[in-house]
């Protein structure tokens, strides 16, 4: 799943990850139960995240490649956000939900999470674009784009019948 920070990646992801029998595996969580953990890892992860930074790709890929290499199937929801993290993963599908700016940062104000910002959320917004963007020609043949601004019903519904799971091998 590919989309800004507050563009709908976890609703969407759960929702299609139910549709398709598949785990849901979002990166901020693995990252922040890292964090609760009080892992050597979580003790790193923590300090990017109270400077109200993203991750390093170091970090995150190796918070979150043990995870996704155990499974045969899932819903992966902010990992890759960088072409460095992208390295060697291939997809089936990639959902790229199209957000405008406005739209995600009144989302995340609304959220009212503690690193939601008005100056964090335009510094984040500014990342995605130079790192995650770049994402979106790399997986251009898998590609389904979304119109992520509209009612999250809408946008289950034309994933449903837009991204289908792997047939049996």
Known sequence: MLAPPGGGKGTQGKRLALELGVRHISSGDVL?????????????????????????DELVTRAVRPVIEKLDGYILDGYPRTLAQADGVQFDAVVYLRVPAD?????????????DK???????????????????????????????????????????ARVRPRPPT
């Not at 739209?103 to 690193?115: F, P, Q, S």
């Not at 790192?131 to 994933?159: F, K, Q």
Request: proline letters at 2%.
């Open 32 to 56: 922040r139960q890292e964090v609760a953990d009080d892992t050597e890892l979580g003790r790193e992860v923590k300090t990017h995240m109270a400077a109200g930074r993203l991750a390093p």
């Open 118 to 160: 008005a100056e964090v959320i335009r510094e984040r917004l500014r990342e995605y674009e130079d790192d995650t963007e770049p994402l979106i020609d790399h997986y251009r043949a898998v590609l389904v784009e979304v119109d992520g601004n509209r009612a999250a019903d809408e946008i289950a519904a034309e994933l449903k």
């Open 103 to 115: 739209e995600v940062i009144t989302r995340l104000l609304a959220r009212g999470r503690e690193d």
